[in-house]
């Protein structure tokens, strides 16, 4: 890759190499004028010499003077510091005033006197081998009557010329780097100048990538990047916004996922997990942050909602279904799914929605059992009774000690189906009353609802020879409904009464504790197994179903305790073992 310059580096090296590139061509340009037209002057100048003398070589050569002609060159050389030299149309030298013209050899090879004997002006720049340098000559013809009789030829040498072009040349080159220099420091400012404000692009363009929408580009006044920086800024707010929107959306989405009491599971085509909430993390028992983009295979181990999940994602229409969770016991949830579609309408995912429905679920199977327990316990009575009278009707009625005996049992049974009905109203009118919160509470005394229970009880109590002991302080009071914690109550003992053996003890105690008032029934009566004890307060529910009926138990008695306690805002709890006795507790709150 090639290594990355600042834009300052590249901008300044190529002004800095232009402006020294046009200085050194201005330069040689300028020095080469010069030098050009300063041979053009010097071949003015000598062609305006050798028209000078013209006369008096003119005179020399008519004169036959070839000495006379040689001195005048010698002559007026010196005192011109110039070379005279003097060309017949032979090319023979006879005159030249730096060498003698005998020795000198046949000069009609030279350019200038060649353009000069043919009747031109002869100019010729180039190195003399009989003065050993570089010379300058300008050879012009002579005429007599139109006839060219010699050429004259002025020559110069060139070092004159060369030294005054070398010191122009020193004074335009030191001129050169002043202004190379002069240029170098603007070119830098110049460079800096146009990077300066990409620079702060660059550095405001970093700052956005960094995740700061906050930030803003300063508005340069060059008009390209002053609008690229708005345009920046433009998109940087935009951007911050839609983020913030997202943001916003997504905190509103997870509030209302969060708060639901719903799991909700959003998976992708793969099976895997994009989100969840904690509701749905709660139901499956895994930790909500360590499942985002794990299968569901791994999340929920249970083939019914895996199986669930795959069903939702092959299907066109939402799903219903049932799913039963096996963990500390049986957990009904109630799952709907409906397929996510992009905008093509391709499955991208399914969301489900576990809904938890297993107390909805029991309260279905209780209603359930209660209209099959209500007609069963009916129907008992019922076809008794009908028997009964069926068989009067057939005749028994004449028979007076068979009437008699058969009308006891319709009475018996019409007595049972009376109690039943009348717990069952009972039970109605408390439940019906805790739904409403209608049933009044109100501070009292504990003692003398307990009393009065006893009381009720103890025509029960007597022909068993039981006793019923009271441990009650006087001052102690609660808030109730007097009647109904006296039918609670009356139903506790009526039960311990039934299940005591002859001449047995029951106690019942009140005590207040740090924030509940309890209520304690004991009895050392037959006790009850350990496997009834957490359904004993449902409706009908018996232990010991022989036993309860024998002693003309309704199944309803606990119930009743329950919902009246619950009314009270209390609880009721049991203790037992078989053979040794049972202790049934109600907890009161205190205000
Ligand atoms: P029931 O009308 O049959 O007594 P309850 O709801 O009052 O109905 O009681 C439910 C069952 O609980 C009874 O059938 C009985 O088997 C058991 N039970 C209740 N209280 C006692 C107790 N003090 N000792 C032993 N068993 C009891």
């Given at each position: 890759m090639t290594k990355k310059r600042r834009l300052l580096w590249q901008l300044y090296p190529s002004y800095l190499l232009i402006t020294v590139i046009s200085l050194a061509a201005a330069t040689w340009f300028a020095t080469r004028s010069l030098k050009q037209s300063f041979l053009e002057q010097y071949a003015f100048d000598l062609e305006a010499r050798a028209h000078l003398v013209e006369n008096q070589i003119l005179k020399g050569l008519l004169s036959h003077d070839q000495k006379g002609i040689d001195l005048l060159c010698k002559k007026i050389g010196a005192r011109a510091a110039t070379r005279i030299t003097v060309i017949l149309p032979s090319g023979k030298v006879i005159g030249d005033s730096s060498n003698n013209p005998e020795k000198m050899d046949n000069h009609m090879d030279r350019p200038e006197v060649i353009k000069a004997l043919t009747g031109g002006v002869g100019i010729s720049t180039r190195y003399s081998r009989t003065l050993q340098q570089y010379m300058m000559y300008v050879a012009v013809p002579l005429r007599n009557n139109s006839e060219i009789i010699s050429a004259t030829r002025i020559s110069i040498t060139l070092t004159a010329i060369d030294e005054t072009i070398k010191s122009i040349q020193i004074?335009?080159?030191?001129?050169?780097?002043?202004?190379?220099?002069?240029?170098?420091?603007?070119?830098?400012?110049?460079?800096?100048?146009?990077?300066?404000?990409?620079?702060?692009?660059?550095?405001?363009?970093?700052?956005?990538?960094?995740?700061?929408?906050?930030?803003?580009?300063?508005?340069?006044?060059?008009?390209?990047?002053?609008?690229?920086?708005?345009?920046?800024?433009?998109?940087?707010?935009?951007?911050?916004?839609?983020?913030?929107?997202?943001?916003?959306?997504?905190?509103?989405?997870?509030?209302?996922?969060?708060?639901?009491?719903?799991?909700?599971?959003?998976?992708?085509?793969?099976?895997?997990?994009?989100?969840?909430?904690?509701?749905?993390?709660?139901?499956?028992?895994?930790?909500?942050?360590?499942?985002?983009?794990?299968?569901?295979?791994?999340?929920?181990?249970?083939?019914?909602?895996?199986?669930?999940?795959?069903?939702?994602?092959?299907?066109?229409?939402?799903?219903?279904?049932?799913?039963?969770?096996?963990?500390?016991?049986?957990?009904?949830?109630?799952?709907?799914?409906?397929?996510?579609?992009?905008?093509?309408?391709?499955?991208?995912?399914?969301?489900?929605?576990?809904?938890?429905?297993?107390?909805?679920?029991?309260?279905?199977?209780?209603?359930?059992?209660?209209?099959?327990?209500?007609?069963?316990?009916?129907?008992?009575?019922?076809?008794?009774?009908?028997?009964?009278?069926?068989?009067?009707?057939?005749?028994?009625?004449?028979?007076?000690?068979?009437?008699?005996?058969?009308?006891?049992?319709?009475?018996?049974?019409?007595?049972?189906?009376?109690?039943?009905?009348?717990?069952?109203?009972?039970?109605?009118?408390?439940?019906?009353?805790?739904?409403?919160?209608?049933?009044?509470?109100?501070?009292?005394?504990?003692?003398?609802?307990?009393?009065?229970?006893?009381?009720?009880?103890?025509?029960?109590?007597?022909?068993?020879?039981?006793?019923?002991?009271?441990?009650?302080?006087?001052?102690?009071?609660?808030?109730?409904?007097?009647?109904?914690?006296?039918?609670?109550?009356?139903?506790?003992?009526?039960?311990a009464i039934k299940h005591s053996n002859a001449e047995g003890v029951v106690k019942i105690d009140a005590t207040r504790k740090t924030d509940e008032t309890i209520i304690h029934v004991r009895d050392r009566g037959c006790g009850i197994e350990k496997q009834h004890l957490p359904r004993l307060f449902e409706r009908f529910y018996r232990a010991d179903k022989a036993r309860s009926r024998k002693l003309g138990g309704t199944g309803l008695g606990l119930a009743i305790v329950k919902h009246i306690v619950q009314a009270h805002g209390g609880t009721v709890t049991v203790e037992s073992t078989p053979g040794i006795g049972s202790t049934f507790t109600i907890h009161l709150p205190c205000d």
């Open positions: 004074k335009i080159a030191i001129g050169g780097v002043i202004i190379a220099l002069l240029a170098a420091i603007v070119s830098l400012l110049i460079s800096r100048r146009i990077s300066r404000p990409i620079e702060e692009v660059k550095k405001g363009a970093e700052s956005f990538a960094r995740g700061n929408l906050e930030y803003r580009l300063p508005i340069s006044n060059s008009e390209e990047i002053g609008s690229l920086s708005e345009t920046m800024n433009q998109m940087a707010a935009e951007l911050h916004e839609r983020i913030r929107t997202i943001t916003r959306q997504r905190n509103e989405l997870e509030a209302v996922l969060s708060s639901m009491a719903e799991g909700v599971i959003a998976v992708d085509s793969e099976e895997r997990i994009i989100n969840m909430n904690q509701a749905a993390a709660e139901i499956l028992e895994c930790n909500l942050s360590e499942v985002q983009g794990r299968s569901i295979q791994e999340v929920a181990r249970n083939t019914d909602l895996q199986n669930f999940v795959s069903d939702i994602l092959s299907s066109w229409e939402p799903i219903e279904k049932d799913i039963v969770l096996y963990e500390d016991g049986e957990r009904i949830l109630n799952g709907h799914g409906t397929a996510l579609n992009d905008e093509q309408g391709k499955t991208i995912g399914a969301l489900v929605v576990l809904h938890d429905v297993t107390r909805l679920r029991k309260l279905e199977n209780i209603r359930r059992d209660f209209v099959a327990n209500v007609s069963h316990e009916i129907k008992t009575p019922i076809t008794a009774i009908k028997g009964f009278v069926e068989t009067l009707r057939d005749g028994a009625l004449n028979r007076g000690e068979d009437a008699g005996r058969f009308l006891k049992i319709i009475e018996k049974h019409t007595n049972r189906l009376e109690v039943i009905i009348e717990d069952l109203l009972s039970l109605s009118k408390i439940e019906e009353g805790a739904d409403k919160s209608s049933i009044p509470l109100y501070k009292d005394h504990i003692k003398e609802v307990l009393q009065a229970a006893i009381q009720a009880c103890q025509v029960k109590a007597g022909p068993k020879n039981i006793r019923l002991e009271l441990s009650c302080n006087d001052e102690l009071t609660a808030n109730i409904n007097p009647e109904l914690l006296e039918q609670a109550v009356v139903n506790l003992l009526d039960n």
